[in-house]
């Protein structure tokens, strides 16, 4: 008898640390796939851990024939400052990798009968506003509005979004099998803040950078001008998230994708609010005019209405709880230990 279990790609990053706490908190059997070995302290929380790539079609063969797999996590992606300087490298990863892994569900759900669930952690990036005067006009944008993505990150995720409601709505529906194999649900991520990760490769890292430098005691130059402002979360209400939609019953779900946000603020509320808390902190400005440009063109804020009335999303931590309940403390016994 193979095992039902969720399954996480990409699960030794920055979101995985934190789903991959959260389900086995829950008592979730894990099975995992990252290009590295996991960290020991995640390590002894998943039931199995593969060490490799999405686009490795016989480790997929192999998990395949071990396991259940109920949900999907496909966290596995290059992010979209790193996507900017190997954009065919980025789109074997998160677009090929992702077509991977649609296909692995599908054959997963034709061999267990029952649709697959497969969350995927989309992004503002799939956004573009024409010009900051627009953006700051907007404000909050709905999941319809400007979809034009400017990065081959965004251009990734917003046409992985088609695939997977391609693969939700229409594959093999005119041939052997009408039943959909594959419920696909999509969230559009903001720009995230972990205290105890550092992420990699982002745009949006300036947040998450300037909080990490001022607990390790080192300078830091923010590369976007102080009023670039961007919607945020703290980290244990994107994992919450995660689980919150992959469990929300199907026919609740009016929409593929979804806009979750917490809070917006500049970059320069932002350094305020790291120095109030650090006071030795060393936080400057540097631009760096192609990041900015990148920035400039992801919204101001989201609208995530929808996201609240089907699936009942509501985050935990605003701007001033995130600092004062999560980042401040366990950043600080964080680095401590
Ligand atoms: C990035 O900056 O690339 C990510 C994102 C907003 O998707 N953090």
């Known amino acids: 008898m193979r095992k039902p279990v969720a399954f996480i790609t990409g699960a030794g990053g920055e979101i995985g640390h934190a789903l991959i706490t959260r389900l086995s908190e829950n008592g979730t059997p894990v099975v995992t796939l990252d290009l590295q070995p996991l960290a020991a302290d995640l390590a002894t929380r998943v039931v199995r851990e593969f060490t490799g790539s999405i686009n490795d079609g016989a480790l997929l063969e192999r998990l395949l024939a071990q396991y259940e797999v109920v949900h999907i996590y496909h966290l596995a992606a290059l992010l979209s400052t790193r996507s900017e300087f190997t954009p065919l490298t980025a789109h074997q990863v ?25 969350v995927y952690p989309s992004s503002i990036a799939a956004y573009g506003l024409p010009s900051v005067d627009v953006k700051m006009r907007v404000g909050r944008v709905k999941e319809d509005e400007y979809v034009h993505p400017t990065t081959m990150y965004g251009c990734n995720k917003a046409y992985c979004e088609e695939l997977g409601r391609y693969y939700a709505r229409h594959y093999k529906q005119l041939s052997v099998d009408t039943i959909p194999r594959v419920d696909f649900r999509a969230l559009r991520f903001p720009g995230l803040i972990s205290a105890t990760t550092v992420p990699a490769g982002g745009t949006s890292d300036y947040a998450p950078e300037m909080i990490h430098a001022a607990a390790r005691r080192q300078p830091y130059e923010c590369f976007v001008r102080p009023d670039t402002t961007l919607p945020f979360m703290a980290m244990p209400d994107a994992s919450a998230a995660l689980i919150a939609l992959a469990e929300a019953p199907r026919e609740k779900l009016t929409r593929t994708s979804y806009n979750v946000g917490a809070f917006s603020r500049s970059a320069e509320e932002i350094r305020q609010t790291v120095q109030a808390a650090f006071p030795d902190a060393r936080i400057s400005y540097r631009i760096d005019g192609k990041r900015q ?7 101001a804020d989201v609208d995530d209405t929808a996201a609240r009335a ?17 980042l401040i403390p366990t950043i600080g016994r964080f680095y401590a230990s």
């Open 293 to 299: 440009g990148i920035i400039d063109s992801w919204p």
């Open 310 to 326: 089907d699936w009942r999303f509501a985050p935990a931590y605003d701007f001033d709880r995130a600092f004062r309940e999560y």
């Open 94 to 118: 998160n677009v090929e990798g992702t077509l991977n892994l649609l296909e692995f569900a599908q054959r997963e759900g034709e061999s267990h009968g029952q649709p697959v669930v497969f």
